[in-house]
Structures are given as structure tokens and as C-alpha cells.
């Protein structure tokens, strides 16, 4: 058993420094269902069975065609006639042993007729080059089945994904800038206590220029608030004055030259932020206030039960303050003090995790479940990200094509601007149209492509017409989509299939934010945008 965990550590060493080992866990148990194994899709496979997902299946009626070994790295020559989803799986279960691949070898179409609770056993679905009505009608039965499903497309120079999920929380958002929680505007009792351990004054030349910065920041914050009415320095005027008053304590040498103290430069360099006020974030808030914060029960997710638990800290314990976050950024000073003040901050947020434990102990029980059904792992790995909790909410397939409920707003705004990427999203529905009228993609004759100029235009003028859109299609747009003939380069798949990987994986991992809900890729000019729709 050691030895296989070791040669896993190795063997995916650099992902697990972004996502850990429960991450890593999380996609080992994951089992993840590709609708049709063309060029994206194989290539979005292919970055899911690298980093070790558990399980994928495979669903697809196609045979392969000569047109799919052109494009697909993961057929070859002799899978021509074979069933497509086989020949896929048997070459991508050679990229990782770790893997287990299965395949179906039937139509969508044909599973949702006989058995729609197949796809209902999956961690995720991920649906590629779909046509509309299996889209909507997969959609549905997976929305009422709380089955995440990522829709993806790639047609000719433009790429399209789409995630459909009722309600996806995250823990780990990992934000990119987010800011030290070092309480030095509201100090606990410890960290008062130990800042009361330092005298700056009375400090030899080696200590006083290894006294980590925040505890600088901290003795000449208590000498600004004893001089300035307890307000500590607001604006930017408050706080170069501040900066100056830490400038005037580094020690100066026989000839009255300040010494060289990187600590307390580092201190002046981060006034700024170490300033900031200790507040619950206004998307915290907005969660706090949430009817399934507030409104527990027995089939409560684990989720909502930890942040009632943070909320009542918050409103009990904390003082108004979420619990401490329990870490300290590196910084100069020598390693005895260095501890000390890691570990000050460490056990006041050891305290307030069990605090918070309490709290979701009580939730339990009052809904009758367990208290060990929420480990105090969890419960930790929770309050230490309270600030950065996440939920992310789309809307269903049938509410975005619906009437009465698109989007109109988010269209016609984009669409000011006739290039926007929205015009993408509009003539891949458009073309979804036209296949369903004339049972193929336009432009997949060259003989036809001129004739199907016309019908594509029909196409889009009815859409727009249907959903009441007062926009303008350049007609240059509809003829490069008839020149594409629903082509799908590798390079544009090779694109999406990254893309969609790593979505997937923020899905499976509940780590790092997912987009939400429509993504457009223009290979044309290497640009993307997010749309709400």
C-alpha cells in the first residue's frame, strides 16, 4: 500500500501541489460518461485519464469513418468500421493503467428512449457535437437527476462549451490576489498577548532586525491609535504618515545612518495591505442569507450545514469575524520567532474550527443525522476558506432556449458590437436549425455550399424572429459557417479538449471556480468570452 501511494505521489507530483490529495481522491472516485468520441472528444478524455481519473464510459453508435482517423489521434487506420466508442476507449486506456474505460456502443438517443437512468450514475456527463434535440432532451433528464453536463462543440474555427448545473458549491476558489488574515485592526487576546512579548526599544541590533514584520506593523499600529483617537490610518495620506512613523524606528548606526533592516522594510511595504479591515466578505454575506443556509434539514448538504455553523460562529464566538485562517505569509525573521507567531495564529484557528464543529454537531443532531457525518477534516479545510466559499448556479438548457426566458438582455447588449462573440452563439443555433430542417450541416457538399448560403440565412432570420431579437448577422459570418461544413480541426479540438478538461475537473474536485455558463472560443482571432445566457 506504501509503496503504491509513493509511486502515485510521483507519478502525479505536480497536480497534486494544485489540488491536493482529497482532490486527487475526489477524481479517482469520479466516473465520467463522453457522449461520442470524436476529435474534442477523445482530446477532453485524453485530459481527464492523464491525471487519473477512476472511471469514463464511452457512449456512441458511430462506426469510425475515414473523415474521424484524419482528425482523431486516438484512431487509427485499422479502426476504420469498428465501432467508434470502442476503438477510442481501447487507445486511451493505454495512456494511464490506472484508468478503467468502458464503451457503449449505442446512439444517445437510443439510450434515452430505453433507459434514461443510465446517465444518472455518472459524476459528470460531457456531451460532444450533440444535436440540439438530444441536447435538450439528455439536459432535462440529467437537470432533474442534479447530474453536472458540460456541452461541447467545436464547429470549424469556433469553439463552444456550456455547463449546466443547478447548484455546484466550492470550498478551495483559490483565489489568485487574495489578502493575508492577520486581524491586526481587531487582534485576538493571544496575538495581543504575544505582540506584548516585544520590546522594540530595548532590542539588540540581531533582534530587532529579525522581529517578523507583522509584529512591527502591530507595536506601531497601538502607537498610531493611542495618538490618533483609536482610528487607525484610512487614506492614503494617514497611511504614508504611518509608513514614515515605522521609517523613524529602524535603528541608525554611530553616524546616524538608519541600518539595513529588510524586516522592517517589508513592514512599510506592506502596510497597505495589512491595514485592511477584517470584514465578511459581501459574497459570504450573501450566502449567509440564503434560504438553504437558513433553512436545514436532513438531506442538507454538508455544504450548507458547515456554513450555518460558520454563520452562527460569526454571530456568537467570532464577534462578527469569520474564524481565523491559521497561516502567515513567509517573511524575514529568524525561526524561533517565525513559529511563535505561526503558531499563535494556528491555535486560535485550531479553537475556532472546534468552535465551529460544535455548531454543525448541534445542526446534526437537530436534524437527526449523525455528528460524524461531517468529519472534522472537512470542517477545518472549511473554515480555513470561509472567505472564499463560491456557489455557482446556471440556468437549465430548456429555460435558455425557452421563449419566454432567454436571455435577451445578455444578447442584445453584446450584440452592439456586430464582431462580439455572441454572434458565434447565434449562428450555432442557427446551424442546430438547419440540421434539424434538412438532416445534415450546411456547407458538408461543396456543391451545396451556395445554395445552403441561402438556407442558413432563413435559418437565422427565423431565430432571430422567434426570439424577437431586433440584431443584425453579418452575411459574412453565414457564408464562413457554410464554408466549415461542420469541420472539426484538430487544433480547434485539441483547444477545447484543455479547456473542457479543466472544467471538469473544478466540477469533480468542488476546487477553483468553473466558468458560468456559456464559453465561445474564436480560433479566427484566438479570443474567448464568457456569456451569461
Known sequence: ?????????????????????????????????????????????????????????????????????????????????KNRAQAATELLQELNSDVSGNCVEESPDKLLDNDPEFFQRFTLVIGVQLPESTCLRLGSVLWSASVPFLVCKTYGLIGYMRLVVQEHTVIESHPDNALEDLRLDQPFAEFKNH??????????????????????????????????????PKNYKEKEAFRQLIREGILKNENGVPEDEENFEEAIKNVNTALNPTKVTSAVEDLFNSEQCNDITSQTLPFWVMLRAVKEFVLNEGHGSLPVRGTIPDMIADSQKFISLQNVYREKAMQDAAAVSKHVESLLQSVGKPPESISEKDIKLFCK??????????????????????????????????????????????????????SRYPGVYNYQVEEDISKLKLCVNSLLQEYSLNVNIKDDYIHEFCRYGAAEPHTVAAFLGG?????????????????????????????SATLQL
Not at 463522453?34 to 492523464?50: F, H, R, S
Not at 456557489?391 to 430548456?398: D, G, I, Q, T
Not at 471538469?504 to 458560468?516: E, L, R
Open 1 to 81: 500500500m506504501a509503496a503504491t501511494k509513493a509511486s502515485k505521489e510521483q507519478k502525479y507530483d505536480r497536480q497534486l501541489r494544485l489540488w491536493g490529495d482529497h482532490g486527487q481522491e475526489a477524481l479517482e472516485n469520479a466516473h465520467v460518461c463522453l457522449i461520442n468520441a470524436t476529435a474534442t472528444g477523445t482530446e477532453i478524455l485524453k485530459n481527464l485519464v492523464l491525471p487519473g481519473i477512476g472511471a469514463f464510459t464511452i457512449v456512441d453508435g458511430h462506426a469510425v469513418s475515414g473523415e474521424d482517423v484524419g482528425n482523431n489521434f486516438f484512431l487509427s487506420n485499422n479502426s476504420i468500421g
Open 195 to 232: 505582540i506584548k512579548t516585544y520590546d522594540l526599544d530595548s532590542m539588540d541590533k540581531k533582534d530587532h532586525s529579525h522581529t517578523p514584520w507583522v509584529i512591527v506593523v502591530a507595536k506601531y499600529l497601538e502607537k498610531w491609535l493611542s495618538e490618533h483617537n483609536c482610528q487607525p
Open 385 to 438: 476558506n470561509s472567505s472564499f466559499l463560491r456557489v455557482v448556479r446556471c440556468r437549465s438548457l430548456a429555460e435558455e432556449y425557452s421563449v419566454d426566458s432567454v436571455n435577451k438582455d445578455e444578447i442584445t447588449s453584446c450584440m452592439d458590437n456586430p464582431d462580439s462573440e455572441m454572434v458565434f452563439y447565434l449562428m450555432l443555433r442557427a446551424v442546430d436549425r438547419f440540421y434539424q430542417q434538412h
Open 499 to 527: 479547456s473542457a478538461a479543466q472544467e471538469a475537473i473544478k466540477i469533480i474536485s468542488h476546487q477553483f471556480v468553473p466558468f458560468s455558463n456559456t464559453f465561445i472560443y474564436n480560433a479566427m482571432s484566438q479570443t
